[in-house]
């Protein structure tokens, strides 16, 4: 079917930065909205920002100024650029994507599905 894999998660000084990457791969008709969340155990998952097809942007108030979610569609890759860095940050951070995916071979039928990639660990400490 389709998946997505996150990367670029690590450890970080305050006010450092990091660039996190989701690639969607499979029987991809098209990807719809995309987004980054985050979570830290024993806590719900948070969003953090989301993007639509078609360019449309929001974010997490305690992200803005700081974090820029960006997508190239012709690599069915999603990113986020975080600057500024502080503790709080640290969390698993996960993207997800609402994708319209082909069910059958000859690409004839299609369906779809939110996939959840399985998340990247960003720490943020001195």
């Known amino acids: 079917q389709v998946q997505l894999v996150e990367s670029g998660g690590g450890l970080v000084r305050p006010g450092g930065s990091l660039r996190l990457s989701c690639v969607a791969s499979g029987n991809i008709r098209s990807i719809n909205a995309m987004g980054w969340h985050r979570q830290v155990p024993g806590k719900q998952r948070e969003l953090v920002a989301t993007i639509t097809s078609g360019g449309t942007i929001n974010y997490a108030d305690s992200v803005k100024g700081r974090f820029t979610v960006s997508r190239d569609n012709a690599k069915n890759t999603l990113y986020l650029q975080m600057n500024s860095l502080k503790p709080e940050d640290t969390a698993g951070y996960y993207c997800?994507?609402?994708?319209?995916?082909?069910?059958?071979?000859?690409?004839?039928?299609?369906?779809?599905?939110?996939?959840w990639g399985q998340g990247t660990l960003v720490t943020v400490s001195s």
């Open positions: 997800n994507a609402d994708i319209t995916y082909y069910v059958d071979p000859n690409y004839a039928r299609y369906s779809n599905l939110e996939v």
